[in-house]
């Protein structure tokens, strides 16, 4: 089980939790996007081995939805940010965990 | 060895105290401090169980949880545990146990006739043989001849906890290494150190040692680790998971190891969560047995075991040992044997060159060196006789010369040593292949964990190993490698002769390391085989992944209370008192105990739910509708936001108008609908599906949170703060009037989608016109605290109108006569709004709502979607073609498809159907292909193998018109019902929880003050000054309570904080907050009635509730004065801690009351 740092309420374990996929999904002007934009927009995600960006919320907690930076083989987190911060930069590490 | 003999001195066992034990209905004697496995062997019993696929006899092989063959089935009845290896149990007086997988028993077992047919029952021979016709046809006949002991048929009589602790440290096992290295992280005094031990007693290798000094050395070390305060020595606990951020899993058998234990008041074992900053893995090593021809004779033993059979245990097993090894650590048992007076044959050394000083060594002891010789064969029937040794050729490739023959009663093995990396593997950590040791040890690690000791592969004196994986020169066939499974080194070249390259798959087709082993004795040694086999390096081959458990572990500790009642949380309802006394038939309905239908005396379902109909359609019925999911929505941006959330428009929506909306995710799938009602400009309060309030919750706040950050919009979930009935029927308005309050509900004043708050017998009350059964309806919200008052109000004011008490499932049926759609039953996750009929409503609504571009893709255009309809059964015996008689005896069950025209298929299927007691006939709706545009189509349905002819028609069955939601029936001469004076404002108290008193803890509900919560639109932190301001005090922060006077605030979310007054003073306070901050963007909301307070107190107390919480309630951790929103077995709670002394109080909704109790009535047992 992951331990994940709410940024209100700090260290907890994964099952306070839910998942709500990858982040930084920016939702397209519903009157201007194509078909095929929109279709993008509702399915088309990344499926890193490594680095994954992606959204958590503390239902069992503060209420709060924020931004977890996950690795998708070691579960290292390596930054926990608010929706209102930037995407931050990190090196994408290998995988030390096969 | 023989029965009956002295045991030597200076033992762990206490010989003065004797213990009776049954093996296979015989009487055996041991001692304290024997194992089962120790105690057999003194008794003389050389088999004890069977192979599982060939029936070869197995006896004790090992001394611990490697152990193989000494496998028996433990205890009787319901205590009965199959597969349990008798090194692992400590003998008890009484022990019951029997050999497994034999008939009629181990000694002489019919079905050894199998290890005839060795030859032909190869590897794959499952596989290959039982094809034709299919496995299921051979499986009851296989399982039965190979077998693995029996489960029991009787449900566990025994409890099981689970716990989570917290520790900055956490060192697994408690020999030397693990010691040393608790003690030297107890130096620092704020470091925590859980000290983990699988056995009865720590000490690991030592208490195998001969050396007095070592003995003196582990007492010393143990006196020593029971001063330091920040040490925790938790024995009898094997950890048995490694997991991801340094969280492992432990199993601490509590009154296991003393035997069944009818009705213990403790559990039987305790399933530990230990969150772990740093680990420390001193798991230690396990002896690899050689692979040679007949090694898997009973009287072939581990030489480590030979050992600790002597040292530990007391007992000489043999009168004339040899030793066969590649390595150095079995000449060291060899020479300790000897020292002990035990004849030595020989020490056999696949090895040419040993030690000199340990030939010399051996040589003055008499023992006869054979280095550089293999054994060959093995003889003797139940036991070992002769052992057959030849010499290997200079390359070690063959044998050569003639074979001699030594006499012996025990072959002691030593193939080398394997240190236990199973947890370290699990951490993610990287294996590295050491070839002068023949093992795998730990590499780079990937979380915090450092491993020490021979675990690590630093053995304390050197073992120059020499792999032989298999014996040279001979045949394959009867060189066992897992002794359980008979799974022999014919079998592994077998399966690389087939193909198999993955290490995976040999060991999956070969079976091999799946047993009971789990690859603890055979896994490298299959490796070598496989290398061997396929002319790669051990590296090159790998190995199979280390997976948790690491040891068996009891399915009864994965549920631990989770079981029965409690198999997961409940919610009643604030009238559940009523429910129960009018006998109503519950049913959890998502995760309410709610009132199905209420039966009277010898009423069957259908029966009741057609009087229940009938009451509300003739006169007035009473539903508890609390579990509506009710959400609270806010702010200078509110209509702004639910326009988006809705599909209908809110825009236009007035103060005190109700209308009903549909709500999509951004697919276009509908997924919920309720009544939106608007209270004030800038204040909603949205329905929700019952259930569905806290999944809606989540979603609205990830909108705002997420995507609409600019939204200043504050939503609320406040279903359980209120008590919703629902009073349906043509008198519900004459019911109601009996009731003082000072909303006009006249026709005139209160119309249909309306909305009214105001007071009802003297409390605050919402009244909703809305109508879920097609009859004039009132849903009456009051402060939950007042729902049983209101429940009974209504029951006596309505007594003289023949009320009705009704429960869901007729709810349904009334719902399903009027055509009412039921999110979730009669729409799948394929069903957009125009399938409902919604495609005009929309049409008129400019602008964006959620998922409403996903409605003009492609898929949402396809003239054939499945729409929701009425469906009417025809009669079969006409003409369906001409006639439209309808069917009043046909029946039909959610689910039947409807053909589609061709007859093939399905063009969709009946969502809902019921026995309409108003029509006497049965109704249905369902989803079909292009329902709209063939209404009055006949259609088949097909159920129970027939076709039965039925017509698409409007979903409403009943008043279509909507005629009986204005009815006003005429009631006369009738005085109002006296009510006892202010009734509902003397609160009926609800259901209360039985409180705890135990040893160290104790459990009371708190009633000593009120709750108020207070919270800043959008959570907005920018208005936090500005509300400090108005209060003229510092609010606190995450986790942090502030006092003022007898005021506590605690933080419970950004921009939310619950504050707690003395009873009494709550609505004052909620005056004078209101007042404060008239001119913030707050709410402030009195919540009482909405939560109940547990006072938790005892010196115990900490423990309990880390059976309920992962979070660290260690007093440096979570310090007086502090709080915490949390997860609490399996609810959403907060947990305060007030003062310094062991107490706390927890804060849950209302209607998890009774759960929590129980919960912690279960939870609460000592260990
Ligand atoms: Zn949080």
New interface residues.
């Given amino acids: ?3 994940i740092e709410c940024p ?3 260290s ?2 994964e ?2 939790f ?1 998942c ?1 996929g990858q982040s930084h999904i920016a ?1 397209p002007d ?2 201007r ?1 194509s ?1 095929g934009e ?2 993008a927009y ?1 399915y088309q995600r990344d499926n890193p081995k490594g680095l994954h960006y992606e ?1 958590w ?1 503390h ?7 924020f931004n977890v930076a996950r690795h998708t083989v ?2 290292a987190i390596l930054a926990v940010y608010t ?2 911060e930037p995407k931050p930069e990190l090196p994408d590490v290998p995988g ?2 096969a | 060895m023989k029965p009956g003999q002295q045991r030597l001195p200076h033992t762990q066992v206490d010989t003065r105290e004797r213990l009776a034990f049954q093996f296979d209905g015989k009487t055996c004697h041991g001692y304290h401090g024997d194992t089962l496995a120790s105690a057999l062997l003194a008794n003389g019993v050389t088999i004890i169980g069977r192979s599982f696929k060939l029936h070869r006899p197995r006896g004790v092989f090992a001394a611990g949880k490697e152990e193989t063959g000494a496998l028996v089935q433990l205890e009787e009845g319901a205590f009965t545990e199959p597969n349990v290896r008798a090194t692992l149990v400590p003998l008890y007086q009484g022990l019951n146990a029997r050999g497994q997988n034999a008939w009629p028993s181990v000694r002489f077992d019919i079905y050894a006739v199998l290890g005839l047919f060795k030859k032909v029952l190869p590897a794959s021979f499952y596989y290959k043989t039982f094809m034709w016709p299919n496995w299921q046809m051979w499986e009851p006949l296989v399982r039965r001849v190979a077998g693995l002991g029996s489960a029991p048929s009787a449900p566990d009589p025994d409890t099981y906890l689970q716990q989570t602790v917290h520790a900055e440290v956490v060192v697994v096992g408690g020999g030397r290494s693990g010691l040393q290295a608790a003690l030297a992280a107890a130096a620092d005094p704020d470091c925590r150190v859980l000290l983990l031990d699988e056995q009865e007693v720590p000490g690991g290798a030592l208490l195998a040692s001969p050396e007095p000094a070592e003995r003196t050395w582990l007492t010393r070390t143990l006196a020593q680790i029971a001063r330091y305060p920040n040490i925790t020595l938790m024995p009898r606990t094997t950890a048995n998971g490694y997991h991801d951020h340094n969280m492992l899993t432990a199993l601490q058998r509590v009154t296991s190891h003393l035997g069944p234990q009818a009705g213990s008041s403790q559990p039987r074992e305790v399933f530990w969560r230990i969150v772990a900053g740093r680990v420390v893995l001193a798991t230690g090593a396990l002896e690899r047995p050689l692979v040679f021809p007949h090694n898997d004779r009973p009287g072939i033993m581990l030489a480590g075991a030979v050992r600790e059979y002597t040292h530990r245990y007391g007992l000489v097993l043999g009168e004339r040992m040899v030793f066969f090894t590649n390595n150095d650590s079995a000449w060291h048992g060899a020479l300790e044997m000897a020292a002990c007076g035990v004849p030595v044959a020989a020490v056999v050394d696949i090895r040419r060159e040993v030690a000199p000083a340990l030939l010399q060594r051996a040589a003055e002891a008499g023992i006869r060196c054979l280095a550089g010789y293999t054994v060959v064969h093995t003889r003797g029937r139940r036991g070992m006789r002769q052992v057959l040794v030849q010499q290997l050729s200079a390359d070690g490739n063959d044998v050569q010369g003639p074979r001699e023959t030594l006499a012996c009663d025990l072959l002691a093995m030593s193939g080398g040593w394997t240190p236990t990396v199973h947890l370290f593997s699990q951490s993610g950590g990287k294996l590295d292949w050491r070839e002068s040791d023949s093992c795998f040890v730990p590499g780079d690690p990937a979380q915090a964990v450092t491993v020490v000791g021979r675990a690590n592969g630093d053995f304390s004196q050197p073992l120059n190993t020499r792999a032989q994986w298999l014996t040279p020169g001979l045949s394959p066939e009867y060189q066992w490698v897992d002794f359980q499974y008979d799974v022999t080194a014919s079998d592994i070249q077998l399966a690389a002769r087939e193909n198999y390259v993955s290490v995976e798959h040999v060991k999956r087709y070969t079976t091999n390391g799946m047993s009971i082993d789990q690859g603890k004795t055979s896994n490298v040694n299959g490796l070598g085989i496989l290398a061997q086999a396929t002319q790669r390096s051990i590296p090159e081959v790998g190995t199979t992944r280390f997976r948790p458990p690491y040891h068996p572990t009891t399915l009864g500790a994965y549920a631990g209370v989770e079981l029965g009642a409690l198999y997961k949380p409940f919610q009643q309802l604030p009238a559940h008192a009523c429910h129960v006394a009018l006998g109503a038939h519950l049913a959890d309905m998502g995760g309410w105990q709610r009132p199905e239908y209420y039966p009277r005396a010898a009423e069957c379902e259908a029966d009741t739910i057609a009087r229940e109909v009938r009451g509300v359609r003739e006169a007035v019925g009473l539903l508890d509708y609390s579990p509506l999911g009710k959400l609270e929505v806010r702010g200078p941006d509110a209509r702004e936001f639910l326009n988006r959330l809705y599909i209908n428009n809110i825009i236009t929506l007035r103060v005190g108008a109700a209308r009903y909306g549909l709500m999509l995710n951004e697919k276009g799938i509908v997924v919920d609908d309720g009544v939106v009602v608007c209270l004030a400009e800038d204040h909603f309060l949205l329905h929700t599906t019952s259930g569905g309030a806290s999944v809606v919750h989540a979603t609205l706040e990830e909108w705002l949170q997420c995507e609409w950050m600019a939204l200043r919009v504050l939503v609320t979930n406040v279903t359980t703060q209120w008590a919703t009935l629902m009073l349906s029927g043509p008198h519900a308005r004459a019911v109601l009037g009996q009731l003082p309050g000072d909303i006009d509900l006249s026709r005139e004043a209160f119309a249909h989608m309306q909305f009214r708050a105001g007071t009802l017998c003297g409390v605050p009350a919402r009244i909703l016109r809305a109508s879920f059964t097609g009859e004039l309806s009132f849903e009456l919200s009051v402060p939950a605290g007042y729902g049983r008052s209101l429940w009974e109000a209504l029951m006596t004011a309505g007594a003289s109108f023949g009320i009705t008490p009704f429960g869901i499932e007729s709810l349904m049926v009334l719902r399903t006569e009027k055509g009412y759609l039921h999110v979730g039953s009669d729409t799948d996750g394929n069903t957009m709004p125009q399938d409902l009929g919604w495609a005009g409503a929309m049409a008129k609504k400019t602008g964006d709502f959620i998922g409403r571009r996903s409605l003009a893709l492609d898929v949402g255009l396809d003239p054939d979607r499945l729409q929701f309809t009425g469906i009417e059964l025809l009669d079969t015996t006409l003409d369906t073609t001409l006639d439209t008689t309808l069917d009043t005896t046909a029946t039909i069950v959610n689910g039947a498809h409807v053909l589609a025209e061709d007859g093939r298929g399905s063009a969709g299927y009946v969502t809902s159907a019921c026995f309409s007691p108003t029509l006497g006939r049965t109704v249905a709706l369902g989803i079909v292909a292009a329902a709209q545009r063939r209404q009055g189509e006949t259609v088949a349905v097909y159920y129970e193998g027939k076709a039965q002819p039925a017509r698409l028609v409007a979903p409403c069955s009943y008043d279509p018109g909507g005629e009986r939601l204005q009815l006003a029936p005429e009631v006369s001469g009738l005085a109002p019902v006296a009510l006892p004076p202010g009734n509902l404002a003397a609160q009926l108290p609800m259901a209360t929880i039985p409180g705890v008193d135990k040893v160290g803890f104790r459990l009371s509900e708190y009633t000593e003050c009120d709750l108020i919560r207070l919270q800043v639109f959008h959570r907005d932190p920018e208005q936090v000054p500005a509300l400090v301001a108005a209060l003229g005090m510092e609010l606190p922060g995450p986790g942090e309570v502030h006092w003022r006077g007898d005021q506590r605030w605690l933080w419970s979310a950004p921009g939310e904080w619950m504050l707690t007054v003395p009873t009494g003073l709550g609505k004052s306070m909620l005056y004078a907050l209101r007042e404060a901050t008239a001119e913030l963007c707050t709410v402030a909301t009195l919540i009482t009635d909405g939560r109940v307070i547990l006072a938790l107190e005892g010196a115990r107390v900490r423990d309990i509730l880390a059976r309920g919480t992962t979070v660290d309630l260690h007093p440096q951790q979570f310090c007086p004065g502090s709080c915490t929103v949390t997860r609490f077995a399996g609810i959403p709670v907060m947990l305060f801690k007030p003062t310094e002394a062991d107490d706390f109080l927890l804060f849950a909704c209302r209607s998890l009351a009774i759960y929590l109790g129980e919960w912690f009535q279960a939870a609460s047992r000592d260990c």
Avoid: V
Avoid at chain 1, 59 to 65: H, M
């Fill in positions: 089980m992951m331990r209100w309420c700090g907890r374990t099952d306070e839910t709500g939702r519903p009157a996007a078909d929109w279709a509702l959204r919320h239902g069992f907690g503060c209420g709060q939805w070691s579960h929706m209102s030390d965990k």
